[in-house]
């Protein structure tokens, strides 16, 4: 038991620096930041427990952190798209959230193999971006906060802040219009 312990806390020692800057730099509340680090860390401890064998912890650790930051901007969504919500748009006008944009993992293995690849890119075109252009981004489009509460929590004007998704936006379709027309060929379908 001292044993696995030892294990476990030095996972934690080696990997905590990296892992938290990793997870701030995509949560831009420091709380949920500080819950999803809690939430993969003890998930190692329980992975441990239950014995289940992980090979490459590192990696690991950081596959259960981006999966709990997917489900913080999925609850997030969700809220935003609660009845008594207002995001300035008619129900009509409402655009999908990106979670409905994205095949669902519940489709085959083709829709689960182009999720996958299609979040990996989003991931990455999103570490390409400013700091201060991707925290607006996730903010405003993963998490669904509204320009006027990024601003009275940033102190920055919400002219900055549209100016800053607006730069992202661009960089991310950009970045992303290749493997938006891969998959638009694979599948046979139009824009």
Do not use: C
């Amino acid at each position: 038991m001292v044993q696995q312990d030892n294990r476990i806390l030095e996972a934690i020692r080696q990997n905590r620096t990296r892992l938290s800057q990793f997870v701030r730099s995509r949560v831009a509340d420091q709380a949920d930041a500080e819950d999803v680090l809690q939430d993969v860390f003890y998930e190692l401890v329980e992975a441990d427990r239950m014995m289940k064998p992980i090979e490459q912890v590192t990696g690991w650790l950081f596959r259960v952190a981006r999966n709990r930051i997917n489900d913080l901007f999925r609850r997030g969504a969700r809220r935003a798209r609660q009845p008594g919500t207002t995001t300035g748009l008619s129900q009509e006008e409402e655009m999908p959230s990106w979670e409905e944009l994205l095949p669902s993992s519940d489709g085959g293995p083709e829709a689960a193999y182009a999720r996958r690849v299609l979040l990996e890119e989003l991931d990455a075109a999103l570490d390409e971006l400013p700091p201060e252009q991707r925290e607006v981004f996730v903010a405003h489009e993963l998490m669904g906060q509204s320009f006027q509460e990024m601003a009275e929590r940033s102190g920055v004007k919400v002219n900055t802040l549209l100016s800053r998704k607006h730069y992202a936006v661009e960089h991310l379709r950009e970045r992303l219009r290749d493997i938006y027309d891969e998959f638009t060929v694979m599948w046979g379908t139009q824009r």
